[in-house]
């Protein structure tokens, strides 16, 4: 083979090779920027993560909210405070009470659940349960609070990832027994299946938390979601 034949090889060489790195580079681009979904293994493993991440936080503040309402009897319908791992928490808590709606004052610690009720200008010691309403300190707890939630999943699955905000949540998509939701929303009923998606952020921590299934007897299905931000500030909650 003489020297030109051997460079003009060289050279249609050289245009397949770049031709297909091309052609591989853009068959691996999506025009949408979508991201594959997590396989159950590494949403597991995601949700375990989030899970520490929340247990070793000193705190966190939360804003729980639903759009429904229960026909009859007393409920939960939001809250939005501090939550600490003493326990404690320090915020508001939006409940339905012989079929008014009010933001009650609430400080939970030691034990022990401080409400300002409607037209009491103090605050005094509650059973929560009474007025169909959790310990919110109780959300802190590892097991039966929010975090233990996530481990309780069942069918994990990645449900892919959308922009809040700045950041770009991934989510994971579940079912939770009725039985592990009513410690944190106590209108759950334990017999039921609840439709869960959880939403991470880039540094494994919940960012959201939606719970959808009947909640209020007859009312069909309903939607309670958490968002979470502010993770580990230095807050300290006392009695009032």
């Known amino acids: 083979m003489t020297a030109d034949r051997r460079r003009a090889f060289a050279v249609a060489g050289g245009h397949v090779a770049l031709t297909l790195a091309l052609v591989s580079g853009l068959s691996g681009c999506g025009g949408d920027d979508k991201v594959k979904a997590p396989t159950g293994g590494d949403a597991t493993k995601a949700l375990a993560a989030a899970k520490k ?126 039985s592990y939701v009513a410690p944190i929303i106590p209108s759950a009923d334990d017999a039921s299946t609840y439709d869960t998606v959880v939403g991470l952020d880039d540094h494994s921590r919940i960012v959201t938390l939606e719970v959808t299934g009947e909640f209020f007897s007859g009312g069909g299905d309903e939607t309670y979601t958490i968002d979470f931000d502010d993770y580990d500030k230095s807050v300290k909650i006392s009695a009032p």
Request: glycine share 12%; proline share 6%.
């Open 53 to 178: 991440n929340f247990d070793d936080a000193s705190s966190v503040h939360l804003t729980l909210a639903t759009d429904s309402k229960p026909t009859s009897g007393d409920a939960v319908l939001g809250a939005d405070g501090t939550l600490t791992h003493q326990p404690a928490f320090e915020g508001k808590v939006k409940v339905v009470l012989s079929g008014f709606t009010a933001d009650v004052p609430i400080v939970a610690v030691g034990g022990k659940v401080y409400a300002k009720l409607p037209l009491t200008p103090k605050y005094a010691t509650i059973d929560p349960s009474e007025y169909g309403a959790p310990d919110p300190a109780e959300f802190a707890d590892t097991s039966k609070g929010i975090s233990g939630l996530l481990l309780k999943m069942k069918d994990v699955k990645g449900a892919g990832q959308e922009r809040v905000g700045k950041q770009v949540v991934t989510k994971y998509s579940g079912t939770l027994s009725g």
